[in-house]
């Protein structure tokens, strides 16, 4: 399988894969326990209000990491994130949607319209996968989990991998798609014709989901 492998940022990026690019390079939020923030703490220098002002900065690389930041604040960061999802920027709308779902609780539970329709609608691809994670997450998990496991066999490894790895994130409830994790990583190995991160995403997500299950 042929995979676009270059991931760059800026208008070169197909708008499908801008918010993943994005991601990528950023990650997903600092290494700062949600449940210990709130909305006057300082992460990274930034509070939640002050990480709201520069998503609506003129560049990217600062909107996006104003929206990284939020996810450390756990639910005192709810009412912005969910903002987010309405943000332009498809990059901000996916890591909005990521956060969300990772956070769940009344933030995640409040964000389902919302993320709904961006899961139906949304012009970004990447967006829409975001938001089928936190669909899933909230237990909505029907058609968002076949998108995701759809994407395992996305042409693009930057989408291959972030599928794996919110398939991974969902733990037990993601079950379903252990069959397809398996044909990813079979046919991705390394020093095959395939691509191997692809494969050690899989490998990952799978490690994730049996080990959910065994507690369950």
Known sequence: MSRDRTVRIGQAVPTRLAAIAIAVM?????????TLCRAETKVA????????????DDNRVVRCAAART?????????PALTEALTHDDPAVRYLAASH??????????????SLRKL???D???AVRLAAAYALCAAGDSEDPLRLLITRLESPERAMCCSAAEMLGQLGATAAPALS???KARDENLPGGKGDYHVGGAATEA??????????S
């Open 45 to 56: 220098g930034r509070t939640v209000e002050s990480c709201k002002a520069e998503l609506k």
């Open 119 to 121: 899961f139906q609608d």
């Open 26 to 34: 950023i990650g997903w939020g600092p290494t700062v326990s949600p």
């Open 180 to 182: 397809a994790l398996e």
């Open 100 to 113: 969300l779902g990772r956070i769940g609780g009344k933030p995640l539970e409040n964000a389902q319209k």
């Open 206 to 215: 799978m490690r994730k989901i049996r080990a959910a299950l065994a507690k």
């Open 70 to 78: 939020l996810g450390a604040f756990g639910e005192a960061a709810g």
């Open 123 to 125: 012009s970004s691809a």
